[in-house]
């Protein structure tokens, strides 16, 4: 059974620094590129952060400087790392796996996804 389980959700004020966490369990978590999305409420999902499964990092343009992504593949484990968080970053917070699987002459996506995380900026 696949599981991703985020961690490190909080109540924090303008300013301040919260690190993320997502286990991975059931998966070769070591092939899976992983990803941080979040939800701010009325709006779609978005993506944060992304590494690959050889290290390469991508942010999206809002968090580029204030957070890093990270991966520990001995332990199954991907952070995020977020400094000078802002009000606007308040969401909820949801670690992603994919890799591509070679399926009937072709690729396709596998993902799995995380049951999020609560991230509050306020004060």
């Known amino acids: 059974q696949v599981q991703l389980v985020e961690s490190g959700g909080d109540l924090v004020q303008p300013g301040g620094s919260l690190r993320l966490s997502c286990v991975a369990s059931?998966?070769?978590?070591?092939?899976?590129?992983m990803s941080w999305y979040r939800q701010a409420p009325g709006k779609e999902r978005e993506l944060v952060a992304s590494?690959?499964?050889?290290?390469?990092?991508s942010y999206a343009d809002a968090v580029k400087g204030r957070f890093t992504i990270s991966r520990d593949n001995a332990k199954n484990m991907v952070y995020l790392q977020m400094n000078s968080l802002r009000p606007e970053d308040t969401a909820i917070y949801y670690c992603?796996?994919?890799?591509?699987?070679?399926?009937?002459?072709?690729?396709?996506?596998?993902?799995?996804w995380g049951q999020g995380t609560q991230v509050t900026v306020s004060g």
């Open positions: 992603k796996s994919s890799v591509l699987r070679a399926f009937d002459g072709s690729f396709v996506p596998l993902t799995y």
């Open positions: 590494i690959t499964r050889t290290g390469g990092t």
């Open positions: 059931g998966i070769s978590f070591r092939i899976y590129d």
